[in-house]
């Protein structure tokens, strides 16, 4: 419910009186006028002082400046931490490949060493190849796909490399 004007807890009643008129400043005399100028005077002078002083101290030098922007393009380069353990584990995978196909490289040279390339019923087990352009023919071993070639002769590949007799 609205309250009635009367019953307002607010004091209008100062609204009714009329506002009392403002003070005004005196003229200021030619010689206040005088020392308000110099002593603003000063008072800039003395700021631009300070400021000119402030801006010697921090000035940048080209050296300063690409010294700063030679940091800043550091930090910015920073790798984060992701980047540095995605490296790391590259580099482990990496790692782990080579040691796996060197493990696997020892164990086919095994295989080719111990294998006697014949079956378990006393047959070869080297088919021959006879589709080479140069008619010798070729031997593989179908258990360890040792390759067997005539004695040769491999031109070099390079200019001025010598022939080689391949036994
Ligand atoms: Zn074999």
Redesign the pocket.
Same mark, same amino acid.
Do not use: V, Y
């Given at each position: 419910m609205f309250k009635k004007d009367s019953e307002s807890p607010i004091d209008l009643s100062a609204l009714n009186s009329p506002a009392e008129p403002k003070l005004v400043a005196p003229a200021l005399s030619v010689d206040q006028i005088a020392y308000m100028n110099s002593a603003i005077s000063e008072a800039l002078k003395d700021l631009t002082s300070q400021l000119h002083a402030a801006q010697q101290a921090n000035a940048f030098t080209p050296a300063s400046l690409a010294e700063a922007f030679r940091l800043a393009e550091l930090e910015r380069r920073k790798p984060t931490e992701d980047e540095i353990s995605k490296k790391k584990r590259q580099a482990r995978e990496k790692a782990q490949m080579h040691a796996e196909a060197e493990t696997n490289r020892a164990n086919l040279q095994l295989v080719?060493d111990n %294998?006697s390339?014949k079956y378990s019923n006393g047959s070869q087990?080297v088919a021959i190849i006879r589709n080479y352009h140069d008619r010798n023919p070729r031997g593989i %071993?179908l258990? %360890?796909h040792?390759f067997f070639e005539p004695a040769h002769w491999m031109c070099g590949q390079r200019p001025r490399t010598p022939a080689v007799l391949t036994q």
């Open positions: 080719r %294998c390339h087990a %071993c258990k %360890c040792e």
